[in-house]
């Protein structure tokens, strides 16, 4: 059965910090993995990642995926409250979307 | 661009009562849809992924004759939670994917919370 686990589950750190999400997977028919935040409404896409090693970047947020290792992570640098939120991974295989449990990032001023 | 909206953002309902939730794709054509549950504290769960213009194909553990789904065109998806009981109430989220969106990324809606007394 498709897969996709995310660490930690929750995090706290200060403004500031700089945080790495976690995200691995054992999904068929692999066709790309998706970033998604989410506040306190649905989540909003911010990455999609296709190729390994190949780095995407917005802003303070990056993402790289490692096809030969089955994970991706997702940096934040310099946090701000703002960045409190669940973040999502998402793989897409053959057939549909599978979401991880989520990591649930907590700012603090 | 790739906007989706849902009509209502919440709603409460009696126990029985059917309730129809709209998905629309407000700048580009939704080739496919999805609609996900998702619990409190939980991720989100995919029910069923509809296709413009065929039957949807349901999940499973997901009842077809209790949640209808109906994706009349390339940008409207409805989903009809029919006799509704207090353990459907969770947030109803449904998302969209095709021509002008990117074949592979789903672009969220902002979810409908509902309700079941």
């Known amino acids: 059965e498709d897969k996709v686990v995310q660490s930690p589950l929750s995090l706290v750190v200060h403004e500031g910090d700089t945080v790495t999400l976690n995200c691995s997977y054992e999904v068929t028919n692999f066709r790309s993995l998706l970033w998604y935040k989410q506040e306190k409404k649905a989540p909003t896409f911010l990455f999609m990642l296709?190729?390994?090693?190949i780095e995407k970047k917005s802003g303070r947020l990056s993402s790289i995926l490692d096809k030969k290792e089955l994970s991706s992570i997702l940096n934040i640098t310099a946090t701000q409250t703002g960045d409190s939120a669940i973040y999502l991974c998402a793989v897409q295989g053959a057939q549909k979307l599978v979401f991880g449990q989520g990591t649930r990032l907590t700012i603090n001023p | 661009g790739a906007v989706v909206s849902q009509h209502p953002s919440w709603v409460i309902c009696k126990s029985g009562t059917s309730v129809k939730i709209e998905c629309r794709s407000l700048d580009f054509q939704a080739t496919t849809m999805f609609w996900y549950r998702q619990f409190p504290k939980q991720s989100l769960m995919l029910m069923a992924t509809?296709?413009?213009?065929?039957?949807?194909?349901?999940e499973q553990g997901v009842e077809k004759d209790k949640f209808l789904i109906n994706h009349a065109s390339l940008t409207l998806s409805t989903l009809t939670v029919t006799s509704a009981h207090p353990e459907d109430s969770s947030f109803y989220i449904c998302?969209?994917?095709?021509?002008?969106?990117?074949?592979?990324?789903?672009?969220f809606g902002p979810g409908t919370r509902l309700t079941v007394l």
């Open positions: 998302s969209a994917s095709g021509r002008g969106g990117g074949k592979d990324t789903q672009y």
């Open positions: 296709t190729s390994s090693g």
């Open positions: 509809s296709n413009e213009g065929s039957k949807a194909t349901y």
